[in-house]
């Protein structure tokens, strides 16, 4: 079974620029999560999805960052403009609730770096 | 409030040595449900156990075992014989009853060296 993918894996960008990342969750997970991780801390939720519809957007900057999950499968996070502040790795997580399992799968992130 | 602390930012062992990883929760939720996962340089994070809370029984996978203690609201993973293939960064994780967001702790960088 594949995992969690997303591009790209790398990415850097000046400040002002726009950027969007792609995820493409475990097949049948209908619950998709966007993290983003600081260096030296642990991942912290921007967004979760139930299918298309966003349940928990409340830690995304909205002012900036934009989302969506289009058929309730794919996902593009973007940020415009970016800002310094912005570098981070983006992580991507889908899981399954209605398989009766809680955990989330990871994909291998996107490292942004914004100059 | 929720919150995990994982007060061991760096931990260094010589291979063969056990460690023990340990992690601290806070939770008004009845239900809820920790998690430890692995992050190896590579960057992604590799999911390695869920515990709820109302079980309690301690579990033992290979050199992997973990010690869940409601009365101190600790989760605490060993590693028992390390090898240098477990050098990583190890994270434990809350999450509550209702929501599905993940509260991670801020990591423990385990650095095993032959």
């Known amino acids: 079974e594949a995992g969690v993918v997303q591009s790209p894996r790398y990415k850097i960008i000046e400040k002002k620029q726009p950027v969007a990342f792609w995820c493409n969750p475990i097949?049948?997970?209908?619950?998709l999560y966007w993290y983003r991780q600081n260096l030296g801390q642990g991942p912290e939720l921007l967004i979760r999805y139930e299918n298309e519809e966003a349940v928990d957007d409340s830690q995304l900057p909205k002012d900036r960052f934009s989302a969506e999950r289009l058929k309730g499968v794919d996902s593009t996070l973007k940020i415009q403009p970016a800002e310094l502040g912005d570098s981070a790795v983006y992580l991507c997580?889908?899981?399954?609730?209605?398989?009766?399992?809680?955990?989330?799968?990871f994909g291998p992130g996107t490292r942004l770096t914004v100059t | 409030a929720q919150k995990v602390t994982q007060a061991q930012t760096e931990i260094s062992v010589v291979e063969k040595e056990d460690v023990t990883l340990d992690c601290v929760y806070e939770t008004r939720d009845t239900t809820y449900y920790l998690f430890w996962y692995k992050q190896p340089p590579s960057g992604e994070l590799v999911f390695l156990i869920r515990?709820?809370?109302?079980?309690?029984q301690n579990e033992i996978s290979g050199r992997y075992s973990w010690n869940f203690q409601k009365s101190t609201s600790s989760f605490n993973f060993t590693i028992t014989a390390s090898q240098v293939v477990d050098s990583a960064v190890y994270f434990c994780a809350l999450r509550g009853g209702q929501g599905g967001k993940l509260i991670f702790g801020q990591g423990t960088e385990l650095s095993v060296k032959p």
């Open positions: 997580a889908s899981s399954n609730p209605r398989g009766g399992t809680y955990e989330q799968y």
């Open positions: 515990r709820n809370s109302f079980d309690e």
């Open positions: 097949s049948g997970h209908n619950t």
